[in-house]
């Protein structure tokens, strides 16, 4: 049945007549009602709760167009009804959504106890709130990107009709079959993708990029044997380029379809995907897109929150998990056909303390296969207690600081770059640390968009952004580009936290460069190294290598210190894995491992299988598997 017409009988069947409802819009995943009597909703929020039940989609409730104000009007009506400690930064219309942006560092003014002030909005203006956090420390990238959402909102209007019309459009009866098909990050880590398909659907998750990897960067997108705009939906799991990297590539390539993932992740994504041309740029190689194909990839974003079941195919759905790995980053269920199977994608995971994210998500309503990742999956890859971690690291700079030498920490600039930043910030904050953290690259603007995104993070932290104290932007930080590099670099004792994490270009290269040569430098790894990275060599001992300076090469010598401190990262160790797999629930019928070496993804594959009496294997790239 269409579905417009099977949701207009739910809500007439469910609404009383005074709710007055013009008008019944699908949105994507989502459900528009148009009403000339908002008022009726506010005063029995049953009627939204329960059609949100019945129709299991998220329910907006809007004014009918004919009670929108002047903007003008609208706005000053705003600014009288929000207390000024809201500190409103920004307000603007959406006509085609009937909302008005209202972004404010205290969100929570702008709602009200109870909703009340936005209701009164509403009453008063007709305009929807869509209200929005401000970050503490002004990021470009984020305003950038409401602008731009905002700017195309009649044109993300349209792609989220067309997307209701696919995403419930008729199928005709089929035997159910589920495949999953490897197209990067099996057995290797970097460059994850795969594609699910049913008889009717096409999916792909995660389309990420190696940057370690000069080779084979890409995944096997050619081995898709169908135009891309028969791709029903793309999903992401986390930002960083292993797995977000070429989404934009799929939109240079003729894709025009929805994108789901949380809103940390579609801002985190863009903030890499623009830093990653960047860096190619100054290399003066050819990236793979242009920020225009990014700026397009942002129109077909549909956020979702953890937890929240979403259609996105007429036999798929969805939910995202928290993974704790990355600010936003998600394990994704996918829900197929009416029960014929459940998959969860794990992604990146942390199954153990951080200081940033609660505990990664392990109860599932139902689950048949699990893909996982394998990172530390090998026998020795049991990294040391977070305690002791962050007094090795503590110790490292502090013995560099006594030789007035200067510590290079290569970071990835979302995930392991504010997991340093809250430890440092504490021992300084505690006085146990001195001398002057310079943070360079992506990082500051990474750190910006997690001030903006507090409900992602742990407590402690959350509160501290809340009460504008976030430890990501304290004064400690002293911001770093290519400027002033130089100038750090002859200062005595200095801290420098600089992307990217592997050593594979961007500023960490620059003062590697420049610090390598000093036996009173250190280096400190904190996240992984992949294979055929600057960073991996030189972890496995590398004693010099080629770099070009004014248009000569010459071989640099490291003589500087080079350490490594386990225990920060946001994937898991072995124990961790085999913990996580013990306490899901359900326990999976099948396990395939993913995201790890070669030997380490089929030695714990193996392992996996003995231990829990699970069949699980690794397959390689461009395998196909039959779930169903
Ligand atoms: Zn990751
Ligand atoms: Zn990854």
Redesign the pocket.
């Given at each position: 049945m269409d579905i417009l017409k099977e949701v207009k009988e739910i809500i007439q069947s469910n609404l009383p007549k005074e709710t007055q409802v013009t008008n019944i819009e699908m949105e994507g995943p989502e459900v528009a009602i148009y009403t000339r009597n908002p008022k009726a909703f506010f005063e029995n929020e049953n009627f939204v709760a329960k059609i949100a039940f019945e129709l299991k989609k998220r329910v907006n409730i809007r004014t009918d167009k004919s009670l929108l104000s002047d903007e003008q009007h609208a706005k000053k009506v705003i600014q009288e009804l929000v207390p000024e400690g809201a500190e409103i930064k920004e307000i603007y219309f959406n006509p085609a959504f009937s909302e008005v942006v209202i972004e404010a560092i205290k969100p929570g003014l702008v709602i009200g106890k109870g909703g009340e002030t936005s209701k009164e909005i509403i009453l008063k203006t007709g305009w929807t709130p869509n209200i929005l956090r401000s970050p503490t420390s002004e990021s470009e990238i984020l305003r950038g990107i409401r602008h731009h959402l905002h700017k195309y909102s009649s044109e993300r209007k349209k792609i989220l009709q067309e997307t209701a019309k696919k995403i419930y459009r008729e199928l005709p009866k089929n035997n159910g079959w589920v495949r999953m098909t490897a197209l990067g990050g099996f057995r290797e880590v970097g460059k994850s993708c795969i594609m699910l398909e049913t008889p009717e659907t096409k999916v792909l998750v995660d389309v990420g990029v190696d940057v370690a990897n000069s080779e084979q960067p890409y995944p096997y997108l050619e081995a898709i044997r169908f135009p891309l705009d028969q791709m029903d939906a793309v999903v992401i799991g986390?930002?960083?380029l292993?797995?977000s990297g070429l989404v934009p590539l799929l939109f240079k390539m003729g894709y025009r379809g929805p994108v789901y993932c949380t809103k940390p992740t579609r801002d985190l994504m863009a903030l890499l995907q623009f830093d990653y041309i960047d860096v190619l740029v100054k290399e003066g190689k050819e990236p793979p897109y242009t920020e225009r194909d990014v700026k397009e990839m942002l129109k077909y974003c549909i956020t979702r929150e953890y937890r929240e079941v979403t259609d996105i195919a007429p036999d798929m759905r969805i939910t995202l998990h928290n993974a704790s790995?990355?600010l936003g980053?998600g394990s994704v269920h996918f829900h197929i056909g009416e029960g014929a199977h459940n998959l969860v994608y794990s992604?990146?995971i942390k199954f153990g303390f951080t200081r940033l994210f609660n505990n990664v998500d392990i109860n599932y309503p139902r689950l048949e296969t699990l893909i996982i990742e394998s990172t530390y999956g090998g026998r020795d890859d049991i990294q040391q207690d977070r305690n002791l971690a962050e007094e090795q690291l503590i110790g490292l700079l502090k013995e560099t600081m006594h030789k007035n030498g200067n510590t290079l920490i290569p970071v990835?600039s979302v995930?392991r770059a504010q997991e340093i930043m809250l430890v440092i910030e504490e021992y300084y904050r505690k006085g146990m640390l001195d001398g002057k953290v310079f943070v360079d690259g992506m990082t500051k603007e990474a750190s910006a968009i997690h001030t903006a995104y507090p409900e992602y993070l742990r407590k402690g932290v959350q509160r501290r952004v809340l009460q504008n104290d976030s430890p990501f932007t304290s004064e400690l930080f002293q911001v770093a580009d290519y400027k002033n590099r130089d100038k750090i670099i002859e200062e005595k004792g200095a801290i420098i936290i600089a992307s990217s994490g592997m050593l594979t270009g961007g500023p960490s290269v620059g003062y590697f460069q420049k610090m390598a040569e000093n036996p009173d430098n250190t280096l400190i790894f904190v996240g992984y190294q992949g294979e055929g990275s600057l960073g991996n060599r030189i972890q496995k001992g590398l004693k010099r290598t080629p770099i070009t300076e004014n248009g000569k090469t010459r071989e640099l010598p490291i003589n500087m210190r080079v350490e490594t401190v386990e225990g920060f990262s946001?994937?898991s160790d072995r124990n961790q894995l085999v913990n996580y797999v013990r306490n899901l629930n359900p326990k999976p019928k099948k396990i395939i491992v993913n995201h790890g070496e070669k030997d380490t993804a089929i030695e714990f594959a193996r392992f996996l299988s003995n231990k829990f009496r699970i069949n699980s294997t690794a397959i390689r790239d461009l395998d196909s598997v039959r779930l169903k």
């Open positions: 986390h930002a960083h292993d797995h790995h990355i980053s992604g990146d990835f995930g946001g994937h």
